[in-house]
């Protein structure tokens, strides 16, 4: 599902570019989708490194974005996951990330992190999180709806526990 970044090595003058970026320096355009997730082509200050950034949005009910990330070893510790997750909420508007779905301990600190950045608003509940552009206009609906999927996996949760427990007294 999800392309494997190029492999980089970058100067001391492009570490430092790419060092001092901020989100709204990170261009987004679309490279296709495989019918589950679509493609993103994450557009960096330092044009070589593109490749080495790898995206991927799974659509979740078709509402939710759920981001998939790849950055090549060559570009990790310069900062940029936080950047580009935040560059990512005000270009799609959110992102979206399942409960129990992330398992790359840094990506969990860029969620948080998310959530005291200016100008986007984070929620969670028992399901998901979800982290959202104010500047949103379906701000709103999306919260509506997220709130929706947490009773609907509430209900879930009831009905198996009920089954179980009928399971066992008509057994």
Request: glycine share 4%; aromatic share 8%.
């Amino acid at each position: 599902m999800l392309r494997l970044p190029k492999p980089i090595q970058l100067s001391p003058q492009e570490k430092a570019i790419l060092e001092n970026i901020s989100a709204k320096d990170i261009e987004w355009e679309e490279d296709g989708d495989n019918g589950f997730v679509i493609y993103l082509i994450c557009n960096l200050p330092v044009e070589r490194a593109n490749p080495s950034i790898q995206i991927a949005i799974q659509p979740i009910q078709d509402i939710f974005y759920q981001v998939h990330i790849n950055i090549d070893k060559g570009l990790q510790g310069l900062k940029l996951s936080n950047k580009v997750y935040e560059s990512l909420v005000k270009w799609l508007g959110h992102i979206y990330s399942g409960k129990g779905r992330v398992q790359n301990p840094i990506i969990k600190k860029v969620l948080f992190n998310l959530s005291k950045t200016s100008g986007i608003t984070c929620y969670e509940n028992s399901v998901a999180k979800i982290c959202i552009s104010d500047s949103n206009p379906e701000k709103k609906e999306l919260l509506k709806k997220f709130q929706i999927i947490e009773n609907r996996s509430i209900l879930k949760e009831m009905l198996f526990s009920r089954i179980k427990h009928s399971e066992r007294i008509y057994k």
